[in-house]
């Protein structure tokens, strides 16, 4: 599957956005998808995962409660919702996908190398 991110952009403290992440090819309905963001100067940091057919995703607790990610199969989309951003929020937003669940069991799948296809990331810029 091939994802494209959208949505980024320079946008005030205080907004919220909507990044979106289409996948191409068959049987996107198939892929977990997780959002990473990469701040200059950081690493990568993993914002949250969805399942194939999942309504809730996961989203760690370090992130605040302040971002949220859904999907929709029939646009073959996932959505990252981003609420009430600051500047430590400007960074290189990425999806990546992973072949079935995202939930090994016991864990859910965080890691950068769970996650075989991944987009060309997406700029989000927030200015104070």
């Known amino acids: 599957v091939e994802l494209v991110e959208s949505g980024g952009g320079l946008v005030q403290a205080g907004d919220s956005l909507t990044l979106s992440c289409s996948g191409s090819?068959?049987?996107?309905?198939?892929?977990?998808v997780a959002w990473f963001r990469q701040a200059p100067g950081k690493t990568r940091e993993f914002l949250g995962t969805i399942g194939p057919n999942v309504r809730n995703p996961f989203i760690p607790n370090s992130v605040n409660g302040r971002m949220d990610i859904s999907r929709d199969n029939s646009k073959n989309t996932v959505y990252l919702r981003l609420n009430s951003l600051n500047a430590e929020d400007t960074a290189v937003y990425y999806c990546?996908?992973?072949?079935?669940?995202?939930?090994?069991?016991?864990?859910?799948?965080?890691?950068?190398?769970?996650?075989?296809?991944w987009g060309q990331g997406t700029q989000v810029t927030v200015s104070s």
């Open positions: 990546a996908a992973r072949w079935g669940p995202v939930y090994s069991g016991t864990n859910y799948y965080r890691r950068e190398g769970d996650y075989q296809n």
């Open positions: 090819g068959v049987m996107f309905n198939q892929y977990g």
